[in-house]
Nanobody, 126 residues
Framework: QVILVESGGDLAQPGGSLRLSCTTS????????IAWFREAPGNERLGISC????????YYSGSVRGRFTISRDYAKNTVYLQMDNLKPEDTGLYYC???????????????????WGQGTQVNVSS
């Protein structure tokens, strides 16, 4: 069982920045692919970024590529999502998710993750 906790959600202005954190007390996130998902109001939950367990390869959806950066700090057992140049359409509930990499050398952006956090709310508005 992996209990994930997201934090860092807040109200931001368009063009602003936020950094989300995803952490767990145990076990170590080092054993999992980790992804961030966004659920915008009235829409389904979509994968926006993930980081692969083995090589730390980072992947992004088209809607956030070039603006968001995923990173990991295993010493702190935390994965971050740095969000820059925020847009109103980035508003939503952000979830982190974890999945053992069994048979998947690269982290997926699909909703096939095994463990989910409770989410942190991001609102982008002027």
């Amino acid at each position: 069982q992996v209990i994930l906790v997201e934090s860092g959600g807040d109200l931001a202005q368009p063009g602003g920045s936020l950094r989300l954190s995803c952490t767990t007390s145990a076990p170590t996130l080092e054993n999992y692919h980790i992804a961030w998902f966004r659920e915008a109001p009235g829409n389904e939950r979509l994968g926006i970024s993930c980081i692969s367990r083995s090589d730390g390869g980072a992947y992004y959806s088209g809607s956030v590529r070039g603006r968001f950066t995923i990173s990991r700090d295993y010493a702190k057992n935390t994965v971050y999502l740095q969000m820059d140049n925020l847009k109103p359409e980035d508003t939503g509930l952000y979830y982190c998710a974890a999945k053992p990499p069994l048979g998947l050398p690269r982290c997926p952006l699909g909703r096939i993750y095994d463990y989910w956090g409770q989410g942190t709310q991001v609102n982008v508005s002027s």
